[in-house]
T-cell receptor, first 115, second 114 residues
Framework: GESVGLHLPTLSVQEGDNSIINCAYSNSASDYFIWYKQESGKGPQFIIDIRSNMDKRQGQRVTVLLNKTVKHLSLQIAATQPGDSAVYFCAENMGLTGGGNKLTFGTGTQLKVEL | DTGVSQDPRHKITKRGQNVTFRCDPISEHNRLYWYRQTLGQGPEFLTYFQNEAQLEKSRLLSDRFSAERPKGSFSTLEIQRTEQGDSAMYLC????????????FGPGTRLTVT
């Protein structure tokens, strides 16, 4: 992934609004993508995934869009809640020897939900 | 429903000392991964085990780093002669066979080298 400084991109939204977090990935051969949520002092938590043969996938309050032409992912969170405040990372998958998977994480985005 | 656990959660050590971290994956997950995360960045892949076999190592994993998974269950990550640049969060993740790239992460071990 690209290296970034200590200041993450920040998205501030009002409680109840929809949030859109964007991510650019680097490897056109990546076949699988994941969004993770990371709260302070905790490990990344799986939110939603999408395979490269899809362009949209919906979960509970979340939707992931994939545009392979421009190597872009977005995460949409509906009716954002205070508990959604965290850093969000997209990750692209690359297969490894023996069938394992290496995740390459993009630049995180700090989501702040204002009451 | 037991997730991935890591021990210790925090470790402060002096430069030059050796440290060892432990990861217990979700039971029956045969794949185990170590990542390192520095402040403001996403996790970076270090190494991967399938059962007890270490199948992939990143060039980030210098000779001072060694990881083991002797019985195909828990794993340890040892850093010898720690340097201040080793200060980071060390994350462990696991996944079952055939789970594509979906990995379940532990809470991490925060290492501070003084």
């Amino acid at each position: 992934g690209e290296s970034v400084g200590l200041h993450l991109p920040t998205l501030s939204v009002q409680e109840g609004d929809n949030s859109i977090i964007n991510c650019a990935y680097s490897n056109s051969a990546s076949d699988y993508f994941i969004w993770y949520k990371q709260e302070s002092g905790k490990g990344p938590q799986f939110i939603i995934d999408i395979r490269s043969n899809m362009d949209k996938r919906q979960g509970q309050r979340v939707t992931v869009l994939l545009n392979k032409t421009v190597k872009h992912l977005s995460l949409q969170i509906a009716a954002t809640q205070p508990g959604d405040s965290a850093v969000y990372f997209c990750a692209e998958n690359m297969g490894l020897t023996g069938g394992g998977n290496k995740l390459t994480f993009g630049t995180g985005t700090q989501l702040k939900v204002e009451l | 429903d037991t997730g991935v656990s890591q021990d210790p959660r925090h470790k402060i050590t002096k430069r030059g000392q050796n440290v060892t971290f432990r990861c217990d994956p979700i039971s029956e997950h045969n794949r185990l991964y170590w990542y390192r995360q520095t402040l403001g960045q996403g996790p970076e892949f270090l190494t991967y085990f399938q059962n007890e076999a270490q199948l992939e190592k990143s060039r980030l994993l210098s000779d001072r780093f060694s990881a083991e998974r002797p019985k195909g269950s828990f794993s340890t990550l040892e850093i010898q002669r720690t340097e201040q640049g080793d200060s980071a969060m060390y994350l462990c993740a696991s996944s079952p066979q055939g789970a594509a790239g979906k990995q379940y992460f532990g809470p991490g071990t925060r290492l501070t080298v003084t």
